[in-house]
């Protein structure tokens, strides 16, 4: 028989929680209805990615913000999201995503339940911030699913998609290809995803945070997150 899972006493905003033994502070915060920012977090996978940066907060006792996706919690840990440099790290890091992104709210699919709009609204920055150049992708848009449209300019390199698409469903359609600014999700040998060996299950759509993967109008439309 397994042993019983610990429970642990923490504060996150002033808030007195109960979290399990082993769990991140994201996902102990997140189950309290305490927001922090993220893209790249699936609470399933065993080794979280840690790649958006996004999920910075303060922990009383430490000199630097650390990344709540990865930080397990401790009893009597005392957690501050709302932290002036926790708060400066993330800004940053979604100003970098925004700075290669395409906004252009009004005619996306994803408009309103967009986890970016989100995340900029919370962190209190514009979406088209200005802090870094603008380098933007101009890559083709890719209409082939009978279902749903993939726009590599909008992706935001969260893996979510690929995760879900390899592990959850052990398909293995999408994966990341290419390095640096032109790391990208695509199939194999570029193919047009309706081309490609995927199934049309539209798993990954369910979990794209942003307009990168949206269903065609008409088709199911799905809340957004995991
Ligand atoms: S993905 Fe989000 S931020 Fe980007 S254009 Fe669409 S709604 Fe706007
Ligand atoms: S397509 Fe969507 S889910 Fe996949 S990596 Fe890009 S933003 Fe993330």
Redesign the pocket.
């Known amino acids: 028989m397994g042993r019983a899972v610990k429970a642990i006493s923490l504060t996150i905003d002033g808030k007195q929680i109960k979290a399990k033994e082993g769990e991140t502070i994201i996902w102990a915060a997140l189950e309290n209805g305490i927001y922090i920012p993220n893209l790249c977090a699936i609470q399933e996978k065993m080794q979280p990615s840690a790649s958006c940066r996004l999920c910075f907060v303060e922990v009383e006792g430490e000199t630097e913000p650390v990344i709540a996706c990865t930080e397990p919690v401790n009893e009597g840990m005392i957690v501050n999201t709302r932290g002036k440099n926790a708060l400066r790290l993330a800004r940053t890091a979604a100003e970098l995503i925004l700075a290669s992104?395409?906004?252009?709210?009004g005619h996306?699919l994803?408009?309103r339940s967009?986890e970016?709009?989100k995340i900029a609204k919370h962190l209190g920055i514009k979406?088209k911030t200005k802090r870094f150049r603008k380098l933007e992708r101009n890559l083709p848009i890719d209409e082939s699913s009978p279902l749903f449209i993939y726009d590599p300019n909008?992706c935001v390199l969260c893996g979510r998609c690929v995760w879900v698409c390899r592990e959850r469903l052990g398909i293995g359609a999408i994966g990341f290809t290419r390095r640096g600014f032109k790391r990208m999700v695509s199939t194999f040998q570029d193919k047009p995803i309706g081309e490609s060996i995927c199934s049309q299950c539209a798993e990954c759509v369910k979990v794209c945070p942003?307009?990168a993967l949206v269903f065609k109008e008409g088709k199911v439309l799905v809340p957004i997150n995991p």
């Open positions: 992104h395409p906004v252009d709210c996306c994803k408009n967009c970016l709009q979406l909008k942003v307009g």
